[in-house]
């Protein structure tokens, strides 16, 4: 697993992926991120409401 995280380790992390994507691509790759992590909770959990939702609208 990951082990301990302290704020310098974080910060350096934090840094060399400003400097790989750039900032104005983060809160785009955030947002991929965000609905990944969702749809990955909806289809474990084995919610179909949502997906029901979705196709209607």
Not at 43 to 48: P, R, T, V, Y
Request: no cysteine.
């Amino acid at each position: 697993m990951i082990p301990n995280l302290g704020w310098g380790e974080l910060l350096v992390i934090l840094v060399i992926v400003i400097l790989l994507f750039g900032a104005k691509r983060i809160p785009d790759l955030a947002q991929a991120l965000g609905k990944s992590i969702k749809i990955l909770k909806q289809s474990l959990m084995g919610d179909s409401s949502s997906e029901d939702k979705d196709k209607k609208a």
